[in-house]
């Protein structure tokens, strides 16, 4: 795929990034739909949520729902559909967000569809979050109750109530931690707003046996 290509796709996830500009959770519906308008502007030939159904031998089992499918174009160098899977979140979404997007590659090859049987590449597309952060740091999060020991004894029962006073303790002064906060800060993310990622399945010169399916990274606007 073309590199030029791909970039102009990242410009455009800015572009309708800036038109929401403090980011809240839920937001990925919205940006989403903002960058199907804009690929309609930029006559980028695509699909949005369109369901791809898995047949078996006998009859369509399941289906799956993509945000986007790059439809081919030969300008950009698409020779076949390429599957877009859209996130929104922190860089710990990132890791879904593959997972997500290797299993639509792996489950096309059941698709009804011949035109989405073939695919191979996939772009993972994140909106990162913007952090809103208190000027006094929080205290941890305490752990669950202390359970009751199932052996009861006078020591057991003395360590359990030892243990059970410092979590209230702990819950206290996490509680106190979070009442007491004055002033927070939203600190917008300047760096990384979009991280985009080409994904492909690897079908020659594999480094592992056949029973190994091997994805690869071939685009990052990170790197």
């Known amino acids: 795929m073309n590199k030029d290509f791909l970039k102009?796709?990242?410009k455009l996830a800015l572009k309708v990034s800036k038109e929401l500009i403090y980011f809240a959770d839920?937001?990925?519906?919205?940006?989403?739909?903002l960058l199907s308008f804009e690929f309609k502007k930029n006559k980028i030939n695509h699909l949005?949520?369109?369901r791809n159904y898995h047949q078996s031998d006998y009859v369509s089992v399941k289906f799956d729902r993509p945000d986007f499918y790059l439809l081919p174009d030969k300008e950009n160098k698409i020779n076949e559909p390429v599957v877009i899977e859209c996130k929104f979140g922190s860089t710990e979404t990132i890791k879904k967000g593959r997972e997500e997007l290797?299993?639509?590659?792996?489950?096309?090859?059941?698709?009804?569809?011949?035109?989405?049987s073939g695919i191979k590449q996939g772009i993972l597309l994140l909106w990162h979050d913007s952090q809103i952060s208190p000027s006094k740091p929080y205290r941890s999060?305490?752990?669950k109750i202390p359970e009751l020991p199932i052996i009861q004894t006078k020591e057991s029962l003395k360590d359990?109530?030892?243990?059970?006073?410092?979590?209230?303790?702990?819950?206290?002064?996490?509680?106190e931690s979070v009442l007491s906060q004055e002033t927070y800060f939203f600190r917008p993310n300047t760096k990384r707003k979009v991280i985009l990622e080409l994904w492909e399945i690897e079908t020659l010169n594999k480094k592992y046996s056949n029973s190994i399916i091997e994805f690869s990274k071939k685009y990052s606007n990170q790197i």
């Open 141 to 143: 999060k305490p752990a």
């Open 102 to 116: 290797f299993r639509y590659l792996l489950s096309h090859k059941n698709s009804t569809s011949k035109e989405l």
């Open 48 to 50: 949005r949520e369109v």
């Open 8 to 10: 102009s796709i990242e």
């Open 160 to 175: 359990w109530k030892r243990k059970l006073k410092e979590h209230e303790s702990k819950v206290n002064a996490y509680i």
């Open 26 to 33: 839920g937001y990925e519906e919205e940006l989403s739909a």
